[in-house]
Nanobody, 127 residues
Framework: VQLQASGGGLVQAGGSLRLSCSAS????????MGWFRQAPGKEREFVAA????????YYADSVKGRFTISRDYANNGVYLQMNSLRPEDTAVYYC?????????????????????WGQGTQVTVSS
């Protein structure tokens, strides 16, 4: 199983980036998917997720209204559209996948929920 995250880069505050996460080798389709980020010296934190069965989206309060998670059906993955970026969004962004479905939203907020992880892509927002 391999998760490949891409699309990171350097952008000015107020700009946009679109991250992609493609999944290969999974034995199930439309996995539960999550995006997390980790800034230097900080713990990994939840950003956004999509439930397996319904594709319901979930967001951290800090990104609501600015970020949008969506399915990439062709690659069994997800996108993360990031608008109105702020310097505090600077971090390495990781995508993750899980095969189980759960109706409780907080299930998707925990890194321990996810079985598979991508390698991360750097997002840097300059002020």
């Amino acid at each position: 199983v391999q998760l490949q995250a891409s699309g990171g880069g350097l952008v000015q505050a107020g700009g946009s980036l679109r991250l992609s996460c493609s999944a290969s080798g999974l034995t199930f389709s439309r996995p539960g998917m999550g995006w997390f980020r980790q800034a230097p010296g900080k713990e990994r934190e939840f950003v956004a997720a999509m439930r397996k069965s319904t594709s319901s989206p979930y967001y951290a309060d800090s990104v609501k209204g600015r970020f949008t998670i969506s399915r990439d059906y062709a690659n069994n993955g997800v996108y993360l559209q990031m608008n109105s970026l702020r310097p505090e969004d600077t971090a390495v962004y990781y995508c993750a996948a899980v095969g189980e479905d759960n109706p409780i939203s907080m299930y998707y907020f925990r890194p321990s929920t996810y079985t598979y992880w991508g390698q991360g892509t750097q997002v840097t927002v300059s002020s």
